[in-house]
């Protein structure tokens, strides 16, 4: 086995065991870490893989967390069926939304997704006969079966685990080959053979597919959701999130999530001053760390180790 | 006949880039087109090859109308191409950039979950020695020296298994040595495995060195078309071309 599985497996041992450490503050934060996390990677797919910037993400999150509120509170569905079709509603609006957004290029690329993000945020504020409009929708409940703050972080991590797995063999499959010719030069992929708005569209589908997997958890994970999950600060955080983990590798957006939501909780008890924070943060990553902080950490490893 | 461009049209914001076209070429046969800077070259290259649409006119590949075909399906028909800037994916491996080529080929792109590492090995290795880079395979292919860019280039269009090569100026930018290694190369290449070739070039010495035919294009339209002695003594094609200072 290689390298980077025993480190993932030590990692992944560790986060079993950090329940049993009894501290509430911790299971809270990671569960926090592996929700955003997976809406990092998910975005990650179509950032650092196929080289579309969407600045709209928070839809699907969103949706996600709208579709499992309203399936399971309105619709009366079993918990097992509501999770399921959770994704697929992210899917469904990211099939949608995408269809036209791939038929433009870079910045316009972007402005369209958030814009579109921007008219799902509205339709959820003003439609208030189903979903709560400002207010949002409250008392969303642990299914019985994970009916704890404990039980549910190891739901959440066999689901963050499980999904993490299959978008790791997606990257690393000839389709996710693909998508990072299409990100270093889609003129030159389109000469290749392959339909590269068809591709990007299918990234898009399956980015959407597992932010929305994200949103349903934090909807759960919240007990309680509203139209702001949509809104485009949150597309914005969850892409610093990205960029300062590394959008060059895979865990990076993960790394990203851990380390903002761990300042910020840390930051915010001693001063007010998050945001001066985060900037500052920020202005020091893009110019001096632009690969993230695993981009970093694997251009110091290069550097002590010449040859592999 | 592989290519038939029948009354070809293009024009941007009333510019006429191509003013009616017409050539054929014979399977097998070794085509240049020359021309002054401005004459129409690449935008010939982006229409045939469906990266530009047309505005009238006809093209037909291998007795298949492709005139209103996109880049992606032009390509799979077999009609290979290269750029004339740089044109490779800079972030991936030298071997990656092949191998996308290859997988794309034999039709393996829709796989979402087998590992990709492992497919098309012997068959990428093969066109990275064809095209010299078999020592270069592991290097981020952006970090390459340029002469070598060029010969992925020309590693990424052969990757198709194409039955005609379109290449847009293969030298550009190369120094003396490594135009004539280069030409060597397309020239074996070529013979080896039976292709067309239709090619644009500046360096007047590799178009008379490898072409049977040149065409000489000039503000949209062909002015000559023969062998490269005829074309030579062409006094259209000489005061078209006295008019360049070089």
Redesign the interface.
């Known amino acids: 086995m290689s390298r980077q599985n025993w480190v993932l497996i030590a990692v992944l041992v560790l986060l079993a065991l950090v329940p049993l450490t009894g501290s509430r503050y911790y299971v809270f934060l990671l569960t926090d870490v592996l929700i955003f996390g997976l809406f990092a990677v998910s975005l990650n797919l179509l950032l650092g893989y196929t080289g579309l910037v969407s600045f709209g993400q928070a839809a699907y999150f969103g949706i996600g967390a709208y579709a499992y509120a309203l399936l399971i509170k309105k619709a009366g569905l079993t918990f097992g069926v509501a999770f399921a079709l959770t994704g697929l509603s992210g899917a469904a609006a990211a099939l949608i939304i995408g269809f036209f957004c791939v038929r433009l290029t870079k910045i316009y690329f972007a402005m369209l997704t958030l814009a579109f993000s921007q008219i799902v945020w509205a339709i959820i504020f003003k439609w208030n006969s189903l979903t709560g409009g400002d207010t949002g929708i409250y008392g969303i409940d642990f299914p019985e079966f994970i009916g704890s703050k404990t039980k549910f972080y190891y739901f959440t991590l066999i689901v963050v685990v499980v999904s993490v797995f299959l978008l790791r063999?997606?990257v690393?499959?000839?389709?996710?080959?693909?998508l990072?010719?299409i990100?270093?030069?889609p003129?030159?992929?389109?000469?290749?053979?392959?339909?590269?708005k068809l591709?990007q569209l299918l990234a898009f589908i399956v980015s959407g597919f597992f932010s929305a997997i994200s949103g349903g958890l934090f909807a759960i994970f919240n007990h309680s959701i509203f139209p702001d999950f949509c809104y485009w600060p949150i597309s914005a955080e969850v892409l610093i999130m990205t960029l300062l983990g590394g959008m060059?590798s895979f865990f990076g957006p993960m790394v990203g999530a851990g380390v903002l939501l761990y300042l910020r909780l840390e930051v915010t008890s001693y001063t007010q001053y998050w945001p001066f924070i985060l900037g500052s943060i920020l202005v020091l990553l893009l110019f001096f760390f632009p690969g993230g902080i695993v981009g970093f950490f694997q251009d110091q490893i290069k550097k002590w180790r010449p040859s592999k | 006949m592989i290519l038939q461009v029948k009354n070809l049209v293009k024009s941007f914001d009333g510019f006429m880039a191509i003013a009616g076209v017409n050539f054929t070429v014979k399977k097998g046969e070794l085509c240049a087109i020359i021309g002054p800077n401005g004459a129409g070259k690449t935008t010939l290259f982006n229409l045939i090859t469906g990266h530009l649409s047309m505005d009238k006119g006809q093209i037909v590949f291998n007795d298949i109308d492709i005139s209103r075909l996109n880049a992606h399906k032009v390509c799979r028909l077999g009609l290979g191409r290269s750029f004339q800037r740089i044109n490779i994916f800079s972030r991936l491996t030298v071997f990656e950039n092949i191998q996308a080529a290859v997988l794309t080929h034999r039709g393996k792109s829709f796989n979402f979950f087998t590992p990709v590492q492992p497919l098309f090995q012997e068959e990428t290795h093969e066109i990275l020695e064809r095209v010299g880079l078999q020592e270069h395979q592991d290097e981020v292919s952006g970090s390459l020296a340029y002469g070598f860019q060029k010969q992925l280039e020309l590693g990424i269009a052969l990757a198709m298994e194409p039955k005609m090569l379109l290449l847009d100026e293969p030298t550009a930018g190369m120094s003396a040595q490594e135009t004539r290694a280069t030409i060597e190369l397309i020239g074996e290449i070529v013979k080896e495995k039976g292709l067309t070739l239709l090619f644009t070039e500046h360096d007047m010495s590799v178009v008379f060195s490898i072409s049977e035919r040149i065409m000489v294009l000039h503000q949209g339209k062909l002015i000559a078309s023969g062998p490269p002695d005829e074309v030579r003594a062409n006094p259209e094609v000489q005061k078209v071309y006295m008019g360049e200072s070089r």
């Open positions: 063999r997606i690393n499959s000839p389709f996710g080959r693909i990072t010719t990100r270093d030069n003129e030159r992929t389109e000469s290749i053979g392959i339909n590269v591709f060059y």
